[in-house]
């Protein structure tokens, strides 16, 4: 059975780069993709961003500047970076294989 299960550190200061980590059991990640995804406050979903099965990135372009995913095979691991955080990049970030599988969201704040 395939879980995700992100981490990250819940609360960040504003301008520091935040670090998320979804870590992947039942299935070997160079198998599929896999998305990360954020709900802020009042919004909808929001895509952020994937890593291909080959290992190649995209990012949505509103946040390309800002966002790195990337993945550790040995660790069966995706790794979200996004920098220079503000108060709007509070959310619940979830880490999900496009569509049929999703991690339980992590909350991050974002204040000083």
Do not use: F, H
């Not at 709900?39 to 500047?65: C, V």
Request: proline share 6%; with cysteine.
């Amino acid at each position: 059975q395939v879980q995700l299960q992100e981490s990250g550190p819940g609360l960040i200061l504003p301008s520091q780069t935040l670090s998320l980590t979804c870590t992947v059991s039942g299935v070997s990640i160079s198998t599929y993709n896999w998305d990360w995804v954020r709900q802020r406050p009042g919004k909808g979903l929001e895509w952020m961003g994937a890593i291909l099965r080959d290992g190649s990135p995209y990012y949505s372009p509103s946040l390309k500047s800002r966002t790195s995913v990337s993945r550790d095979t040995s660790k069966n691991q995706i790794t979200l970076q996004l920098s220079s955080v503000t108060p709007e990049d509070t959310a619940v970030y979830y880490c999900a294989q496009p569509w049929d599988y999703w991690g339980q969201g992590t909350q991050v704040i974002v204040s000083s």
